[in-house]
């Protein structure tokens, strides 16, 4: 069973718009969560996290939202560029920023100019 | 280049080969990690490895073995593969723990067995 979802697999979206990308999560053990963005023939690299004590972290374009009582994160890109097209995949962890991360299935996001 | 280096990129082998997979580090780590990313699956965890001591093997198959003779280097040792073991493995690398940037990742080596 699935404990971080990405339901979306794919979202479009025009440069210089807000890009959202969701993320749920089953366990509530887990507190603390990161973005990683995905280039073909890269491997995983980090983008942002979060602590469950925060609602929000913001770094540049870049800011993820934390609703625990809904288990849901999100993430949101403005303004969009062509370059943030990749595979954004959402992880989580239990036990604080111990332990190994669990990952979903990744959103692709394509920026269209 | 992330600082954790896999070795081959790519690889091509039969279900009767023997191959392996390396994965290097010199970023102070020590802890490493296996990775396995199928088409339209989520990364799946295959084994942790924290100084050098196997702390997790999340019900691999015994056709895959892994090796860390250090805390710079891992392998993951092949045999017997079957068609459906193709897909994208990838290494990490991390400070005990995740810490606030989590694990460091390889680009990869994109395994296809014929």
């Known amino acids: 069973d699935q404990q971080v979802k990405q339901n979306s697999p794919s979202l479009s979206v025009q440069e210089g718009r807000i890009s959202i990308l969701n993320c749920d999560y089953t366990?509530?053990?887990?507190?603390?969560f990161l973005w990683y963005k995905k280039y073909p023939a890269e491997g995983p690299t980090f983008l942002i996290s979060?602590?469950?004590?925060?609602d929000k972290n913001e770094d540049g374009r870049f800011t993820v939202f934390l609703n625990k009582s809904a288990k849901h994160l999100s993430l949101h890109i403005v303004p969009s560029q062509p370059g943030d097209s990749a595979v954004y995949f959402c992880a989580a962890t239990p036990g604080g920023s111990q332990g190994n991360l669990i990952f979903g299935k990744g959103t692709k996001l394509s920026v269209k100019p | 280049e992330t600082g954790v280096t896999q070795t081959p990129r790519h690889l091509v082998m039969g279900m009767t080969n023997k191959k392996s997979l390396k994965c290097e580090q010199h970023l102070g780590h020590n802890a490493m990690y296996w990775y396995k990313q199928s088409a339209k699956k989520p990364l799946e965890l295959m084994f942790v490895y924290s100084l050098e001591e196997r702390v997790e093997n999340n019900s691999v198959p015994s056709r895959f073995s892994p090796e860390c003779p250090n805390s710079s280097h891992l392998f993951l040792h092949l045999h017997t593969l079957q068609p459906e073991d193709s897909a994208l493995y990838l290494c990490?690398?991390?400070?005990?723990?995740?810490?606030?940037?989590?694990?460091?990742f390889g680009s990869g080596t994109r395994l296809t067995v014929v």
């Open positions: 990490a690398s991390s400070h005990p723990g995740i810490g606030s940037y989590g694990y460091t």
């Open positions: 979060i602590s469950s004590i925060k």
């Open positions: 366990n509530s053990m887990f507190d603390y």
